[in-house]
């Protein structure tokens, strides 16, 4: 393994922990959080309340790369499937970037 692959797997297990430490800060936080299903790379960080914060410009990417969807497709798809999905008062908030 070159010196490129050793960062880069090093890299991804930093990244790992880190969602996994944040994941398990969030539920201690707010054991009635959510979680977005499949957009663990779009997860921001948690409000004051302990919800669950996702970037919704990282969640459409996610949509376009990962499922083949137009950024148009990927957008509406988000704004119907996700968004608008109210599951209890631990439902995540999704921020968008400007």
């Known amino acids: 393994m070159n010196k490129s ?3 880069e797997e090093e890299w991804k297990m930093h990244k790992a ?3 996994k430490e944040l994941k398990e800060t969030i539920a201690e936080h707010n054991p009635e ?8 790379d779009a997860l921001m960080g948690y409000s004051s309340d302990g919800k669950a914060i ?5 969640m459409v990417k996610t949509l376009v790369e990962r499922d ?3 950024p148009d497709e990927a957008i509406d798809f988000f704004n119907f499937n996700i968004e608008c ?4 008062e631990g439902t995540p908030i ?3 970037e400007e």
């Open 5 to 7: 692959e050793q960062y």
């Open 17 to 19: 922990l880190r969602l």
């Open 33 to 40: 959080a959510m979680f977005a299903d499949g957009h663990d």
């Open 54 to 58: 996702y970037s919704v410009n990282q």
């Open 68 to 70: 083949g969807m137009t």
């Open 85 to 88: 999905a109210y599951v209890g």
């Open 94 to 96: 999704y921020m968008y």
